[in-house]
């Protein structure tokens, strides 16, 4: 079992900045790819970012490319999304979750999921 909790979300205006941090407890976190996923209002979970268990990997949606970071810190079982010029349509509760399996873009791949932080971008 793995618990993943959120944290860093809020309200910011476009062009703006934030960081998302996951903590993770439980089985061992180096041995867990790790993604991140955002559901706006109304619409589908869809994938953000992923990161292999060294952190050697790294994947993105095309929509943040460019804008978000990805990275992991294996000795303080944490995961982070730096998220630079944000945009309005970066709105949307963000989930952190692990999948012991490997990395993938698909959510159903993903075992441990996160409460989710709010993240809100003002025009």
């Known amino acids: 079992q793995v618990q993943l909790v959120e944290s860093g979300g809020g309200l910011v205006q476009a062009g703006g900045s934030l960081r998302l941090s996951c903590a993770a407890s439980g089985r061992t976190f180096s041995n867990y790819g790790m993604g991140w996923f955002r559901q706006a209002p109304g619409k589908e979970r869809e994938f953000v970012a992923a990161?292999?268990?060294?952190?050697?990997?790294?994947y993105y949606a095309d929509s943040v490319k460019g804008r978000f970071t990805i990275s992991r810190d294996n000795a303080k079982n944490t995961v982070y999304l730096q998220m630079n010029t944000l945009k309005p349509e970066d709105t949307a509760v963000y989930y952190c979750a692990a999948s012991s399996l490997g990395v993938y873009k698909i959510a159903s791949m993903y075992k441990y999921w996160g409460q989710g932080t709010q993240v809100t971008v003002s025009s």
């Open positions: 990161i292999s268990w060294s952190g050697s990997s790294t």
